[in-house]
């Protein structure tokens, strides 16, 4: 499995921007497609994005569609999620996942491995 560490997340403004960055561990990551999702308190964990193996495609989810973006540098072994015009809605523990899978849809249990999570708060 691939071990996954989160980083970036913190306090924003409303109408502000972060960009979260999930490092992954091993020599494999290029095989892997990488999703994001996020849990707020007394809510179930949420689906927010995923990218191809590649990079070459992007899903996401429809409340943050438009404002979010994934991208992964497989060099690096790293995905990220930008992310603007946040809202205070937003606010969440957010987690990287990665799964093997070659059809994924929105459903954590698609995914195998996840990361601790990163708190993002927006303020109003």
């Known amino acids: 499995q691939v071990q996954l560490v989160e980083s970036g997340g913190g306090l924003v403004q409303a109408g502000g921007s972060l960009r979260l960055s999930c490092a992954a561990s091993g020599r494999t990551f290029s095989t892997y497609a990488m999703g994001w999702f996020r849990q707020a308190p007394g809510k179930e964990r949420e689906y927010v994005a995923h990218?191809?193996?590649?990079?070459?495609?992007?899903w996401y989810a429809d409340s943050v569609n438009g404002r979010f973006a994934v991208s992964r540098d497989n060099a690096k072994n790293t995905v990220y999620l930008q992310m603007n015009s946040l809202k205070p809605e937003d606010t969440a523990v957010y987690y990287c996942?990665?799964?093997?899978?070659?059809?994924?849809?929105?459903?954590?249990?698609?995914?195998?491995?996840w990361g601790q999570g990163t708190q993002v708060t927006v303020s109003s």
């Open positions: 996942a990665a799964t093997y899978k070659t059809f994924v849809s929105g459903d954590p249990s698609d995914f195998g491995s």
């Open positions: 990218i191809s193996r590649s990079g070459m495609s992007t």
